[in-house]
């Protein structure tokens, strides 16, 4: 569970009285951990005051509001507005039921409606795995149970960006390729030095030096005149990368498609 998906359950359950926090405590590390701009204008109040103004319950729900608004934001940055929509919206009601502290038949209505799409569709076989209320009469419907879920949900959307982040990159580097000749009074050109300042750019926790090292080296081998070779060690990269994540293959593919083409020029 993110960070923001832990403060968002923990206000949620203490606004449902489900919680021995203190709503004043939890606002103020709220405001600090994401350093949110709220302010209730009461606390002005206080300035000159020999007591101190107290976060209330309706200052954490606005709080709550705000988080609720940044994970949109995010989902919305990271996935787009078409890109995974529905499972996007089948995490949310999840989120939703957690946040509600939904038991019994209740719960269970929505895992019906949830389960019946993805244990039943192709790609998600591994969907039913561990839910334990699933597929029969049993009556583990608990937080546990609907975390489990939601993670699952999150891995498959993961998946579908990875496989279209990927079927966009493979599509831009055919173009790239196809078109090289024609674009030969292009201004861009990218240098093998410049390929690598960008990937040494990468953060440790995306990508190790080691694995740096080794795609600074692949990248290397593309340097050459020979199509077939090209082509299959271009094959290789790219299923490399593909097992290194979105973010990797996102980041580094640019950089490849362009040193083909200014090879190519």
């Not at 609720?68 to 995010?74: D, S, T």
């Not at 419907?141 to 939601?150: G, K, M, S, V, W």
């Not at 990218?190 to 300042?197: G, I, R």
Request: hydrophobic share 35%; glycine share 4%; aromatic share 8%.
């Amino acid at each position: 569970m993110a960070i923001l998906d832990e403060y968002i359950l923990r206000a949620a359950r203490l606004l449902r009285s489900d919680s021995s926090e203190n709503a004043d405590d939890l606002c103020r590390e709220i405001i600090d951990v994401f350093k949110l701009d709220y302010t209730n204008p009461e606390s002005f109040r206080f300035i000159n005051s020999s007591s101190s103004f107290r976060y209330s319950s309706s200052d954490l729900r606005t709080i709550v509001q705000m988080l609720r608004l940044e994970r949109e934001n995010q989902d919305e940055e990271r996935y787009g507005s078409k890109c995974c929509h529905v499972i996007t919206e089948h995490i949310r009601r999840l989120e939703q039921a957690l946040e509600e502290g939904l038991q019994g038949k209740p719960l269970r209505a929505v895992y019906d409606s949830i389960d019946y799409v993805y244990a039943n569709a192709k790609g998600y076989d591994s969907y039913t795995d561990g839910l334990a209320s699933y597929g029969s009469n049993r009556n583990d419907f608990n937080d546990e149970q609907t975390q489990l879920r939601i993670d699952k949900l999150k891995h498959f959307r993961d998946e579908e960006l990875r496989k279209l982040k990927i079927a966009e990159a493979r599509a831009a580097s055919v173009s790239m390729v196809q078109n090289a000749s024609a674009s030969a009074t292009s201004n861009v050109r990218v240098t093998l030095e410049a390929s690598f300042e960008q990937i040494d750019k990468l953060p440790e926790t995306t990508l190790s030096d080691e694995d740096k090292t080794l795609l600074k080296g692949m990248i290397g081998d593309l340097n050459t005149k020979d199509k077939s070779k090209r082509d299959s060690k271009l094959g290789k990269l790219q299923s490399w990368l593909a097992d290194k994540g979105t973010d990797v293959f996102v980041a580094a593919m640019p950089y490849i498609v362009q040193l083909i083409k200014s090879q190519l020029s």
